[in-house]
């Protein structure tokens, strides 16, 4: 069964600076989500992402996904602290409308 | 437009006692998805709907759970008897026709004592 890997599991970064989220399949994807999460709530879209080498932004965050299509990054520029949250990689188990399965997130912290 | 809608929001009772969980899809959309959410386990799909039809079920843990989808604006998931085990927050998803984006309720947190 496909495997999401993400790394890392948690980050504190200081405002300002810029990270990187990483999200490893064991099998090649046939597209790959990014969502948000902040505790209590629900899961926020973010950025999909179908072809090899395509890559999205969105304000001050750029999702990519490798040209084998088994590994996307995502990454936030001069970071805020409503950055803050889980991040989570899903990908569809098949074409069409398939269940998502995800990466167990990554937990980010902004600090001051 | 309303997003996808979920009730209760948080959802405490005790062993043995049967726990429902209720789904408002987005409007439109035909593809509904139930998933738990666990610390151990991260995020699992437990089943999903196309059409109103269960299509798969296979993550639903045991026949204490069920679930249904009387009409395309509505679906339940139930629990009995529920077991301390299964506290988890419980997300409802939708999604519409191809390849689409799924949307995300805001979840029942469900605690099992």
């Known amino acids: 069964s496909q495997e999401l890997e993400q790394s890392p599991q948690s980050l504190i970064v200081q405002e300002g600076k810029n990270l990187t989220i990483n999200c490893t399949s064991s099998?090649?994807?046939?597209?790959l989500y990014w969502y948000k999460q902040k505790y209590g709530e629900g899961l926020i879209f973010l950025m999909m992402l179908q072809k090899g080498g395509e890559e999205k932004s969105h304000e001050k965050i750029t999702a990519k996904l490798d040209e084998k299509k088994q590994q996307s990054s995502l990454h936030i520029t001069a970071s805020q602290p409503s950055h803050a949250g889980i991040y989570l990689c899903g990908a569809p188990r098949g074409s069409g409308n398939t269940p998502l399965v995800f990466g167990k997130g990554t937990r980010l912290s902004v600090i001051a | 437009d309303a997003g996808v809608i979920q009730s209760p929001r948080h959802e405490v009772t005790e062993m043995g006692q049967e726990v429902t969980l209720r789904c408002k899809p987005i409007?439109?959309?035909?593809?509904l998805f139930w998933y738990r959410q666990t610390m151990m386990r991260g995020l699992e799909l437990l089943i999903y709907?196309?059409?109103?039809?269960?299509?798969?079920d296979s993550g639903m843990p045991e026949d204490r759970f069920s679930a249904k989808m009387p009409n395309a604006s509505f679906s339940t998931l139930k629990i009995q008897p529920s077991e301390p085990r299964d506290s988890a927050v419980y997300f409802c998803a939708s999604s519409g026709t191809g390849v689409d984006t799924q949307y995300f309720g805001p979840g029942t947190r469900l605690t099992v004592l």
């Open positions: 409007s439109g959309h035909n593809s």
């Open positions: 099998k090649t994807l046939y597209g």
């Open positions: 709907f196309n059409n109103n039809v269960p299509i798969d």
